[in-house]
């Protein structure tokens, strides 16, 4: 909670405290005194900092946001309407992650210095350093344009044709997933060779279990909290990653709207938005934290 308080605190500060008259950047230079001051009362500039700051939080406690002054529409509406996109997109980027991360980090770890090893760390190197909007116009080109197997962008409704909504995230959650999965199955496969080193891990291997199950039953679990620490933040990251990515592939979700609310200079959305993301981090973390009781037998032992 208090993190989410100083939070809200910088956001506010950043963009209604700092020079410059909030409706005098949206209007621009060439708005009159008389418009200008339409839309400060509107937006409520009139009132004391302090006042306008609890007015926010009120509204945030209630969910009730105000109005968007672009799109004249409520932002409740607007944010409700893009999360049926960014968080499907996100989820599914985060799936491709893991599954990737741990099946190559898994493999990596099991082959070590060997050439298979070298190889995933190599296509992982690759991956990290390739920016996601490129990776992401290439595989346009592919997929899209060359062989047709997925449009090039935009998003089917999911009331309309859940299928066709599927498989218009598809390549976005790919694009997304790329640069978390070349991370991830770096620090897995860390985590993994340190575990392998481990007396528990011999022991298994004397009583004659396969090295498949040694690695998904006694390995994988113990070397899972430092791999589940970064999947937290990946997540977070995925979230915040759409922005880029939904505009690649003109996807209406939450990324394009705070893009868009920028390029109209529609503060209000924008305030809102980051502070939902801010949250969303935060919630994550915090999920993250809790997941460690579950994961991590030694904190079970030491609870005991």
């Not at 993994?192 to 080193?197: I, M």
């Not at 979230?239 to 690649?248: D, H, P, Q, R």
Request: aromatic share 8%; proline share 4%; hydrophobic share 55%.
């Amino acid at each position: 909670m208090a993190t989410l308080l100083v939070a809200s605190v910088v956001i506010f500060v950043v963009l209604d405290i700092l020079p410059g008259n909030a409706a005098e950047v949206m209007l621009g230079d060439t708005a009159t005194p008389e418009t200008l001051k339409a839309l400060s009362i509107k937006l409520g500039l009139d009132q004391p900092p302090l006042v306008r700051y609890g007015l926010w939080m009120k509204g945030l406690a209630t969910w009730e946001l105000g109005n968007s002054v672009s799109y004249d529409t409520p932002i409740t509406q607007l944010i409700a309407e893009r999360l049926v996109v960014t968080v499907p997109l996100a989820l599914l980027a985060m799936l491709l992650t893991t599954a990737i991360a741990l099946i190559l980090g898994l493999y990596a770890a099991s082959n070590h210095n060997r050439p298979g090893d070298v190889g995933v760390m190599v296509a992982s190197q690759l991956g990290i350093a390739v920016p996601n909007f490129w990776f992401a116009i290439l595989l346009i080109l592919l997929f899209a344009v060359k062989l047709q197997w997925f449009s090039a962008g935009g998003f089917t409704d999911w009331s309309e044709d859940p299928w066709e909504a599927f498989l218009s995230l598809v390549l976005p959650a790919i694009a997304l997933a790329v640069v978390q999965a070349a991370i991830l199955t770096r620090i897995t496969r860390s985590a993994v060779l340190d575990v392998l080193r481990e007396d528990f891990v011999r022991t298994a291997r004397a009583k004659g279990l396969s090295q498949r199950a040694v690695l998904w039953r006694h390995v994988l679990r113990n070397a899972f909290v430092p791999v589940l620490t970064v999947m937290g933040l990946q997540f977070a990251n995925l979230l915040t990653g759409t922005i880029i990515i939904e505009n690649v592939f003109s996807l209406p979700g939450l990324g394009r709207l705070v893009f868009q609310a920028i390029a109209n200079r529609d503060l209000g959305v924008v305030r809102n938005v980051v502070m939902l993301l801010a949250a969303s981090v935060i919630v994550i973390n915090f999920i993250v934290d809790v997941l460690y009781a579950v994961v991590d037998p030694r904190l079970k032992v030491s609870s005991t």
